[in-house]
């Protein structure tokens, strides 16, 4: 079992930066792989990227990787979403998310954070 929780959203200006935290109690095994969504009222939840945990190999959704980057610190067992030039459009709930396998879609995610709010004003 892990308990994942976030930290780190916020309000921004357009350009501006976060980065969010996701803090894993319980073993991350080194087979997990933490993923990083976003969802806007309405609509599912979007894939953003991930990261394996024990290797620290990233993938990322189309045109995320531009402003986005995944990291964790193993250490710390907390994992990272670094958010550069942000844009209105990025405005969303940001949930982290732990799956046993390199996975998009968040069907394959077995637990998942609370979630943080990411407002960006224009």
């Known amino acids: 079992q892990v308990h994942l929780v976030e930290s780190g959203g916020g309000l921004v200006q357009a350009g501006g930066s976060l980065r969010l935290s996701c803090a894993a109690s319980g073993p991350m095994l080194s087979t997990y792989v933490m993923g990083w969504f976003r969802q806007t009222p309405g609509n599912e939840r979007d894939f953003v990227g991930f990261?394996?945990?024990?290797?620290?190999?990233?993938y990322y959704a189309d045109s995320m990787n531009e402003r986005f980057t995944i990291s964790r610190d193993k250490d710390k067992n907390t994992g990272y979403l670094q958010m550069t030039n942000l844009k209105p459009e990025d405005t969303a709930i940001y949930y982290c998310?732990?799956?046993?396998?390199?996975?998009?879609?968040?069907?394959?995610?077995?637990?998942w954070g609370q979630g943080t709010q990411v407002t960006v004003s224009s």
């Open positions: 990261i394996s945990w024990d290797a620290g190999r990233t």
């Open positions: 998310a732990v799956a046993r396998a390199l996975r998009t879609t968040s069907d394959w995610y077995d637990y």
